[in-house]
RNA sequence: GGGCGGCUAGCUCAGCUGGUUAGAGCGUCGCAUUGACAUUGCGGAGGUCACAGGUUCAAGUCCUGUGCCGCCCACCA
């Protein structure tokens, strides 16, 4: 207890003599969360009983939370824990992500240091490895969301590889194909020859590179080129049909060229996708390594050739440079061609765009191959219908509502195979060049399953869905179309226009009533982290130094919808302050009510302790308004700039002297309405500051409710 | 090439539908302070709101243009 020296010195809990201290207190505050079973919808108390219900994106279960994850899981929790103490019947259901190429990657990184390779190993083997894996690191990433305050109900908690998942995913996709939404061709494909797969242009990363152009003699043209290594099967050559300078030359005409390994016949195709502006306005085509071309050849019925093979070594068709890789070939090549006086120049300093694995920075071999394709166009009309026309979806900030219209109104096919095992299995077979589409296997002799499985963005495009058991689990019924997506502005294109693509798909319905983008969490100089700059902060260790409610209160404090947030240490522990100063004001509080607590508990308020009530009360209003638009930077600032140099600066100061030289009725009423003022800011905050606000709470003398995080909200 | 942002105090940024002398945090300078406060308080300095036009009784805010910075998308070989 207190020191007791004068004799008249208040009887509060030792705790308040000590500064606070987040970790002594945080982990058995979030077992009191846990155990009291409100983080599940169903045990919360009868007054809770509209829905409200916000699905997490499932984290990549293959590692920790990173500072952006801290983010995405305050705003969230801000907002469940607003709702629910509003009344709401809240569910915030969490889950993980198998994240498929990613993690495979993380994996095959892992098996490298190990001197091991997944190219050695059986595909079962490889799988049961990487499930194991997963699942461990899947147990780390819930310590740090449960770590970081987040009131999720576990007992819902979904991963993307549940068997009841999986399944829903693959009659999606039987579903889907029997639509006739989904079709399998040989298409243009964006592959990666380190990791063996095929890759969404969202997978790729285009750049501006320097590249060296070659100008070489095509028989009496003049072509150019920056990959002389494909060009041994160039064996048309296409310029614009309307090119005056070309028009002796008729369109199927054939032609002699001597070429690299040896004189060929050329055939002339004329095509308006040759640009006669760029070059001298003449091209021969690589049909199986580039895009334009593949569609060239296909208009013109042309033949197609592999040049290329999967790890990015040359075939046959190169004769002496066959087995050469690229880069090696390319300067062999060139110099071959010069000594046959066919190499007219070289520019060094063009400039064009590369595309590059966004793992790996190897460059994409443009591939054809047999995929799976999802048609777009008629999915993505859906979504700008319900987007633009009817406004069935309120996005934040506005600017991305843009973003995501104009992605959707230039949509490409979508390829959804991928040559990897870590993920789901699409549900189809092979025979004699038959496809087969469906969720059995099919009667017969040879039959052979795909071995692809699924983007992973097709399985979490479905993840509102999945989650509450679409199409007829008693949490769809209830919680279906969900009140807000709260996500990276960095899936505006990989994420949210599919997941609202499935919902109307399969659901018929929008799959949320409003999505919030958040930003990047940046470093103290708003720099991106990475681990090459070595900037990266852990929001773990944050948590460690400083507390959690330090940590969120950093993070959401001045950062609106969509901006970068720069997450400065500093910042940190200047909230760290406030939490403690907090702890302060309830000790100044508490010793002055238990001293001048007394007989007198009816004692009406004065005029002036009245008016203190009323601004806490438009305070709250102001907050609660501010909650309900998503402003919540400006609440969190409101209610820490109220807390700190309205009630400690100046009423606190205020209440000292009217302790020392008021009258019995003012200290009496002062003392009341400082109580009161205590209990409204411990609830305005425990949204924002949990661990901190519910610690206090459950100190006090008087209540409403055992814990904070359900007693009611002040104002409506 | 197309799209989207940003430009407000030394730094990081607020400023919602246009409305008094433009705000916060950090930093800085001065003063006070052993206290409810290890982590405190009070006060000060510091801004032609990127630039140029326009609309308006009134513009940081709306419109047009310019400049610089950043991000995203893109199949000119």
Known sequence: MAKNTTGNEPQIPEKFLKPYNPQETEEAIYARWEDSGFFNPDNLPERHNVPYCIIMPPPNANGRLHAGHGLDMALKDIAIRFERMRGKKTLFLPGADHAGFETQVVYEKKLEKEGRSRFNMEPKELYDEIYEFTLENKKLME???????TSCDWSREKFTLDPDVILRVQKTFVEMYDDGLIYRGKQTVNWCPKHQTSLSDVETESNEETTPFYHFKYGPFEIGTVRPETKFGDKYVVMHPDDARYEKYKHGEQIEVEWINGPITATIIKDEAV???FGTGVMTITPWHSQVDFEIAKRHDLDIEQIIDWRGKLLPIA????????????????????????LVRVDKDYKNVVKRCYKCQSMIEPQVKDQWFVKMQPLAEKVIDAVEKEDLIEIMPEHQRRILLHWMHNTIDWNISRQIIWGIRIPAWFRDGEAYVGMEEPQ?????ADFDTFDTWFSSGQWPLVTLGYPDGKDFKTYYPTNLMETGADLVFKWVPRMIMFGLYLAKEVPFKTVYFHGMVNDANNQKMSKSKGN???????????????????????????????????????YKHFANKLWNVTRFILIHAEVHTGSNSKTLYTKKDEELLDEVSSLS????????LHRYYLAAEKIYHYVWHRLADEILEESKQIFEEGSEEEIA????ALYEMLLVNLKLLHPFMPFVTEEIWSDLPKKDTDLLMISEWPAH
């Open 536 to 574: 990266v902060i852990s929001p773990i260790d944050l948590t460690q130094k400083y507390g959690v409610d330090a940590l969120r209160m950093a993070l959401v404090v001045g950062n609106p919808a969509g901006s970068n947030v720069p997450l400065s240490e500093e910042k940190v522990k200047g």
């Open 444 to 448: 017969g002799e040879g039959w052979q």
């Open 621 to 628: 209003e102001e907050i609660t308004k501010d909650l309900e």
């Open 669 to 672: 009423s002062r003392k009341r």
């Open 143 to 149: 310590d740090d969301i449960r770590r970081l305050g």
């Open 319 to 342: 004769q002496e440079f066959e087995g050469m890789k690229i880069a090696d070939a390319r300067e062999k090549i060139v110099e071959k061609l010069e000594a046959k006086g066919l």
């Open 275 to 277: 640009d006669p502006e």
